[in-house]
């Protein structure tokens, strides 16, 4: 078996994944850790990519797990990246964060209600009207912790990348309301594919996948 690995969005975990049907793939999760205080996105990463072990890797990041892919690609030697409802680039930032990074707003927000489920989050992550999605959605916020949580936001809002170091796949959905579709460059496109997509269009993606791997 293929093995791959797999970073999954903010503060989820493997569970993210498992609606995905992808044989003869033997998947390495690689878990979220605690950033030490004042942490680079460049030496998390050199944490993160610790657990890869296989030379050449091909990696998998949803959203966040995205950025992390190609900061650990810039690191080491990659003979695949696939970005699913992630970002490449600069460019590929929404207005929103590219401001928050100038003046700060991120650090105004009040963190703590990002782990109490709540029809706003429910939105963005595009999931109002599938139950079971909402529940996942629920339990994995629910286990965030509040440290990791503002750094990682943090980091996303002040991420500045223009060189992607290995080939990229970038699966994104039209119905993204967290890395809108109309600024990214994707190479497969998920009609009404939210920035959840890899569990409510998980057949589509799991397709993707199956080719890319």
């Known amino acids: 078996m293929k093995k791959v690995y797999f970073i ?16 003869g793939i033997l998947p390495h999760h690689i878990q979220w850790k605690i950033p030490n205080h004042n942490e680079t996105i460049e030496a998390y990463a050199k944490r993160m990519r610790e657990e890869i072990t296989e030379p050449n890797p091909v ?15 810039k690191q080491i030697p990659c003979k695949k990246i696939i970005l699913i409802s992630s970002i490449k680039n600069t460019r590929e930032k929404p207005f929103i964060f590219k401001l928050s990074a100038a003046a700060g707003l991120h650090k105004l927000l009040p963190t703590a209600s990002f782990s109490k489920p709540n029809q706003l989050l429910h939105y963005f992550f595009g999931v109002q009207k599938h139950p079971r999605v909402k529940e996942m959605v629920n339990s994995l916020l629910t286990n965030l912790n509040p440290d ?20 990229a796949i970038h699966i994104h959905g039209t119905a993204d309301k967290i890395f809108p579709f109309e600024k990214v460059k994707a190479d497969y496109t998920i009609k009404n594919g939210s920035h959840f997509m890899v569990w409510t269009k998980a057949t589509e993606v799991s397709a993707i996948l199956q080719k890319e791997l």
Do not use: C, M, T
């Open 59 to 73: 990696i998998v990041g949803l959203s966040f797990g995205g950025l992390i892919a190609i900061e650990i690609a």
């Open 8 to 23: 999954s969005g903010l503060g989820a975990d493997e569970r993210a994944f498992s609606k995905l049907e992808l044989p």
């Open 148 to 167: 990791y949580l503002n750094w990682s936001i943090d980091k996303i809002v002040n991420w500045q990348n223009e060189h992607v170091p290995a080939p």
